[in-house]
C-alpha cells in the first residue's frame, strides 16, 4: 500500500512504529509490575512501565 492510499491513522502509526516495544515477562515480574500499576496508575500497565523506565533513565547523561 503507498503512503498515499493510507489513512491518517496508518500514518500515525507508521510514524510511531520504532517507538513501540514488545516484551516477555517472566511471571514473577509481570505480577510486580500488575502490582504497581494497580497501586499507582489504577492499572494501567503501559502508564507503570513508562513510569519505572523514566524512573530508572532519570540523571543518567544519554550523550555518553
Not at 516495544?21 to 503501559?46: E, M, S, T, W
Request: proline share 2%; hydrophobic share 40%; no cysteine.
Amino acid at each position: 500500500m503507498s503512503d498515499s492510499e493510507k489513512t491518517a491513522q496508518a500514518k500515525r502509526d507508521d510514524d510511531r512504529r520504532h517507538l513501540h516495544f514488545q516484551v516477555r515477562l517472566d511471571p514473577v515480574l509481570a505480577k510486580n509490575v500488575q502490582h504497581y500499576a494497580d497501586l499507582n496508575h489504577n492499572g494501567v500497565i503501559n502508564a507503570a512501565v513508562k513510569t519505572i523506565l523514566s524512573q530508572f533513565f532519570k540523571g543518567i547523561d544519554h550523550n555518553v
